[in-house]
């Protein structure tokens, strides 16, 4: 059974600091890894996908890297803003239904 | 249309009672997939369709859930006889096939009094 950590489960940091945060899941027999942000009382929002082929993917600010034989992916977020500030989650998809799991998270506030 | 929509935003049902949760994918959306979010955790795999094809049931936490998409579309959720437990965020999302980007709903909010 596929399980993920999320690494810090909360972060706190002064606007336009660059930083990264970490995902480890156990079964590394992944389709591929998808990023998600989630704010308050709302839905989840696509980041990133990176195939299961693919060692990184970039989008604006955001690059997320995938080590598929050790387990481990990252997301880096360059000149972090306000507006980053929600809550982070990856999730590898699995299995014949190509379900995802989630961690519980990371929960980012960027300060002014 | 633009993204995938679910109703209602917030129920609250006496405990007993039935509910019934609504997702439309993304127009074209092969894959359908509903998951529950409890507070403060990540969302948790209920269930899968292929087209009107329910693939994969293995999430739902008792015989008491049921989902349904007859048309291979527009899929429903239903809850029969809730329970506290049942409260929670239900999340529908939607892909273009299987492997490929997953797009969700703003989720539904249930609460079970």
């Known amino acids: 059974k596929q399980e993920v950590t999320q690494i810090p489960a909360a972060l706190s940091v002064p606007e336009g600091e660059n930083l990264v945060l970490n995902c480890s899941f156990t079964?590394?027999?992944?389709?591929?890894l998808q990023w998600f942000r989630q704010d308050p009382g709302k839905g989840l929002t696509s980041l990133l996908l990176i195939q299961s082929s693919q060692r990184e993917q970039t989008s604006g600010r955001l690059n997320a890297s995938l080590d598929k034989s050790s387990g481990r992916s990252t997301l880096y977020i360059a000149a972090s803003q306000p507006g980053d500030s929600a809550t982070y989650l990856c999730a590898p998809e699995t299995g014949t239904a190509s379900k995802l799991t989630f961690g519980t998270g990371t929960r980012l506030q960027v300060t002014l | 249309g633009a993204g995938v929509s679910q109703s209602p935003r917030y129920k609250v049902a006496k405990r007993g009672q039935d509910v019934a949760l609504r997702c439309d994918p993304i127009?074209?959306?092969?894959?359908l997939f509903w998951y529950q979010q409890a507070l403060g955790q990540g969302p948790e795999f209920l269930t899968y369709?292929?087209?009107?094809?329910?693939?994969?049931k293995s999430g739902l936490p008792s015989d008491r859930f049921f989902a349904e998409r007859p048309e291979g579309s527009v899929s429903t959720l239903k809850i029969q006889r809730t329970q506290q437990e049942d409260s929670a965020v239900y999340l529908c999302?939607?892909?273009?096939?299987?492997?490929?980007?997953?797009?969700f709903g703003q989720g539904t909010r249930l609460t079970v009094v």
């Open positions: 999302a939607s892909s273009l096939r299987l492997n490929t980007e997953a797009f």
């Open positions: 369709f292929q087209n009107e094809a329910q693939l994969d």
């Open positions: 127009s074209g959306h092969v894959s």
């Open positions: 079964d590394s027999a992944i389709y591929n």
